[in-house]
């Protein structure tokens, strides 16, 4: 019973089916996204959005998309929910795959849920810390606890769950657990006991139950297939199965905003809402992306997000605002004129006539086919109650409410190139004109000339009356007032801002506020007849457009201020207290600077929504939410750094967790990679960066969030970016990234300490050196000096010493000469051959002299060359014409000393002369091979004949013989070692110990 009379009771509610739209933003493919099939949508603890889609995970920061797929881990790339716990954990859910867990951009699967695996996962919630609830598909509930890893299942066989298909499961203050199924809804206590089933025909509006939604009056709202039953906290429940006219059906989601409207998401029938008796309905045609809705989320900023499957997912800014235009009942894409006759009837000036708004419905006045290219640009309401239009074309036009006239002037001159209508409550009509004001009042007419040299001077855009009588006139010099008679010019060097002024208002102190091309200006009124006015410059945010098209109070303290790129909100109550106003900016579409307004089309309506007239997007309305009061500015946008580049390689984020990060001096290449999360307006967000150490001053941004620095020199340095939406102001704490690059080595304190004394030192070794070397050089100089004369002496010694052996051989060359003469003259044969033996001797000795004074070193001589010269003299002397004996010489030995070259010469002298007389008796040839071998030990001398060899009997009976006697001698001299063979003739070998060098 109680499900009909809320049925009947409903359709006494207000629709509002105007078809309007809403601003909104959308994220699909073509934003990046993998899918357009959304079933979910979560927010991480950083501000981070997250999709579940047909195509895996989602990550976006509104402008890049990171998607988490098989490649990344995913068994099924289909997730049907996503869930982030106390802890910060994120949980997936995907078809027949379990639940795996998101650790940075990877899936992994937890070997503790192998239980989940081959399971359609449909939902996941945690009733406590550590203590997480997976609804599945045909399998009932599973709950496991991380810290104990116990497992526990609920389902169709141990407890009184209509179904084991689980679409929902909800904990509600109280310990109750909602649990939503495919054949109804289950309500239990904290240990799983029956407290009350609802289902189809039993309190449940369908057959299955998709969610519960708790809203804030403690209702709880179920989504059926057949549309909305609320249950409240005695349990009984009121069914909803139509609103704005239309079935619900399927519902799939439930969400409420922070207005207090709860939004109702269908299969295929869009978006519905309630409120207060209110409903409407959001689709396709009213800026939602998809009518087939799957899954509601809300983010910080009261944005309500809609998961579609169709066209990805749509974000509804701010549903206050409604846009109606040509899509609508409103029926057209412009708005000249706005005005509020005395029965609350809205009235808007279009391309096609006059539109009326009363009890919630617009209807269209056409214009007649000879009217049909006016434009109205503004509209009063005179005494008899006609309209009266300002027209571009023929100045003036009345409407009655069915027929559009030309205005009956009682004048004999028709007023042609009107700005501006003003109705006085005396039914006066005031003209603005070109160059001057005409007040009109039946067949009366007064003009009053405006003050002013030039045209432009003159020229009035705007009238108002003020309620002290006082008329102001917004020229395009600045302000007139018109009081008494007397006019008074204020302009800019008189503080208004800007010359242009196009907009007169006056607030509920008698303040006058003007909008000009250059944004606001007040007066306010001062008891002072030389000085009646403060005037103050209104500081309008210069990142949006400043000229103003209209400026609108409404009933709670705000202004409103509409341009040619968008609307502006401020708060008055800021500017009483602290003469500085926060601002908000809507730009209320998606492309572009923002909606376009017209001139002095605003308006407040009986309700206390704000109308404005635009360019090309018809009428825009702002909803004021009830009890609502100035609207405040959203938190700014989070910050974060995507990642920074030194000389092009990126940085390791774990060297950021530190205060700063060092780079060496040669790594002076920093490019900071940053982004902003704002995904209603990302591409308006407004960003100031700076990088203290090197910039001078802010640098103010929109799109470009990549900075690049080059070739910085040493320092520490702080990379600060503030930002800030156009509904918000600058972030308090701004992202910063601080660096050092470190000075070279050759400019760190060690190193210069070092250098200095390395300088000290230097100076002290130069200085050192220095004198050193002056001495040295002094020494040099004396040692050369004697050195000069030592070689001048050793010269003159080398002379005498040359000289000497010269003489020597001379004097030896005599005596061989005596010898040989002596030899003559003797008979006997023995004696003349003992001369001829002691001659050899004598010109061995000789030839050890001339190879002396011959040779550079008078301490070495030639071995070699003596041994060939001493060969030849006695091969010569021994010649016997009937033999024919030979000489081999084997010498590996050029330079030895005199110590070794006199003894060893004598000796092969005895040794060869020997061989001649003796080793070839009775033989007609021979030969003697002498060898002389030098090595590091020891000199080698060996002399060999092929003679008959010699008896050692005769060697030991000759041995007193003189030449035998010598060799021995010179043996002995030599501490040498003297060997005698038979070897096919006679073999000396003697072996003299040496030391090379």
Not at 695 to 708: N, P, V
Request: aromatic share 14%; proline share 2%.
């Amino acid at each position: 019973m109680k499900y009909y009379l809320f049925i009947i009771a409903f359709w006494g509610f207000t629709s509002t089916g105007l078809a309007q739209r809403y601003d909104v933003k959308r994220y699909s493919v073509n934003e990046g996204m993998p899918s357009s099939q959304v079933y979910d949508i979560e927010f991480d603890e950083n501000g981070f959005a997250w999709f579940a889609t047909s195509y895996g995970v989602v990550r976006t920061d509104g402008v890049n998309f990171i998607t988490i797929g098989e490649e990344k881990g995913l068994k099924e790339e289909t997730i049907n929910d996503l869930f982030i716990d106390s802890e910060g954990n994120f949980w997936v859910a995907s078809i027949e795959n379990g639940v795996s867990l998101i650790q940075g951009d990877t899936a992994v699967y937890l070997e503790d849920l192998n239980f989940l695996n081959s399971k359609d996962v449909n939902y996941i919630v945690e009733s406590s810390p550590g203590k997480l609830w997976f609804g599945t598909n045909d399998s009932g509930i599973y709950s496991w606890d991380r810290t104990t890893n116990k497992i526990d299942s609920l389902n169709t066989s141990n407890s009184v769950l209509p179904s084991n298909t689980i679409w929902d499961i909800y904990f509600d203050d109280s310990g109750s657990i909602w649990i939503s199924t495919q054949a109804g809804l289950a309500v239990l206590d904290n240990e799983f006991k029956e407290r009350i089933v609802f289902k189809e025909g039993n309190g449940l509006n369908g057959f299955a139950a998709y969610q519960t939604y708790e809203t804030r009056n403690g209702d709880k709202w179920i989504a059926s297939t057949n549309g909305v039953t609320i249950i409240k906290p005695d349990f009984s429940s009121i069914n909803i199965s139509e609103l704005n006219g239309a079935k619900l059906n399927f519902v799939f989601t439930i969400i409420e905003d922070d207005q207090g409207h709860i939004w109702i998401g269908t299969e295929r029938d869009g978006v519905f809402w309630y409120a207060d008796g209110e409903s409407g309905q959001i689709t396709e045609k009213n800026g939602l992306s998809s009518n087939f809705v799957y899954r509601f989320a809300k983010d910080e900023y009261g944005s309500v997000w809609v998961a579609t499957d169709g066209d990805g997912v749509t974000i509804f800014k701010d549903t206050r605002f409604e846009i109606f235009d040509s899509g609508s009942e409103y029926g057209a894409n412009e708005a000249y004129g706005i005005y509020k006759t005395e029965d609350g009837t809205l009235w808007f000036a279009n391309s096609k006539g006059l539109t009326s708004f009363s009890n919630l419905e617009f209807r269209t006045f056409e214009f007649p086919e000879y009217y049909k290219n006016e434009e109205i640009w503004d509209i009063e309401q005179s005494s008899n109650g006609k309209l009266i239009l300002l027209s571009y074309e023929n100045s003036l036009l009345t409407f009655d409410g069915s027929t559009f006239s030309e205005y009956k002037f009682e004048l004999d001159e028709k007023p042609v190139y009107n700005t501006d209508i003003l109705i006085e409550e005396n039914g006066t009509l005031v003209l603005a004109g070109e160059e001057k004001i005409l007040f009109i009042n039946g067949d009366v007419a007064d003009t009053v000339s405006v003050i002013g040299k030039d045209y432009w001077d003159r020229y009035v855009n705007a009238i108002y009356k003020d309620t002290e009588g006082i008329y102001w006139l917004g020229t395009e010099n600045g302000v007139v007032e018109y009081k008494n008679g007397e006019q008074t010019r204020y302009s800019n060097k008189e503080g208004v801002e800007g010359s242009s002024v196009y907009e007169i208002k006056e607030d509920e102190l008698g303040n006058i506020w003007f909008g000009t091309n250059k944004g606001i200006t007040s007066f306010t009124k001062l008891k002072n007849i030389e000085d009646p006015y403060l005037i103050n410059t209104f500081e309008t945010d210069k990142n949006y457009r400043t000229e103003t098209m209209f400026i609108q109070f409404d009933n709670r303290g705000g202004l409103w201020q509409g341009t040619n790129a968008g609307l502006n909100y401020y708060n008055l109550h800021d500017w009483d207290e602290t003469g500085k106003m926060k601002s908000i900016h809507f730009s209320l579409q998606g492309y572009g600077r923002g909606i376009e307004f017209n001139g002095s089309s605003s308006l407040i309506d009986d309700d206390g929504n704000l109308w404005f007239g635009t360019a090309e997007n018809g009428v825009v309305k702002y909803n004021f939410p009830k009890a609502s009061g100035v609207l405040n500015q959203d938190n700014a946008p989070k910050l974060f750094l995507n990642q920074v580049l030194v000389n092009g390689n990126p940085v390791d984020f774990d060297k950021l967790n530190g205060e700063y990060v060092e780079f060496k001096f040669n790594e002076n290449n920093i490019e900071i990679d940053f982004g902003v999360l704002y995904y209603k307006d990302p591409e308006r967000v407004i960003i100031k960066h700076k990088l203290n150490g090197f910039d001078t001053e802010f640098i103010s941004d929109r799109g470009d969030k990549t900075i690049l620095y080059s070739n910085l020199n040493p320092g520490s340095y702080t990379f600060e970016v503030y930002a800030k939406s156009p509904s918000s102001d600058w972030i308090e704490n701004p992202l910063r990234f601080e660096f050092v690059i470190k000075q070279p080595y050759w400019m760190q304190w060690w190193f210069i300490i070092i250098s200095i004394l390395g300088i000290i030192i230097g100076l002290y070794l130069i200085v050192k050196f220095r004198i050193a070397a002056l001495e040295k050089k002094k020494l040099k100089i004396l040692v050369d000096e004697q050195t000069k004369e030592l070689k001048g002496a050793l010269d003159e010694k080398e002379v005498l010493i040359k000289e000497i052996h010269h003489r020597v051989k001379n004097n030896l060359a005599v005596i061989s000469g005596l010898l040989e003469m002596q030899s003559w003259s003797l008979d006997n044969e023995e004696a003349q051959k003992a001369l001829n033996e002691s001659r050899l001797r004598v010109l061995a000795i000789a030839k050890i002299h001339e190879n002396l004074y011959q040779n550079k070193n008078l301490g070495k001589i030639n071995f070699e060359n003596f041994l060939e010269e001493l060969r030849d003299g006695i091969v010569v002397t021994m010649h016997s014409k009937d033999k024919n004996i030979e000489v081999d010489l084997d010498v590996d030995s050029n330079l030895i000393g005199l110590e070794f070259a006199i003894p060893c010469g004598l000796i092969i002298n005895e040794l060869l002369t020997n061989a001649f007389k003796h080793a070839f008796n009775g033989r007609k040839e021979g030969r003697v091979i002498i060898k002389f071998k030098e090595n590091n030990e020891s000199l080698r001398l060996m002399v060999r004949d092929n003679g008959k060899g010699i008896d050692k009997n005769i060697m030991e009976s000759t041995r007193a013989s003189l030449g035998i006697t010598l060799i021995e001698s010179l043996v002995a001299q030599l501490n040498a070692k003297f060997n005698v063979k038979n070897e096919n003739g006679a073999l000396f070998e003697i072996v003299i110990p040496y030391k090379k060098n």
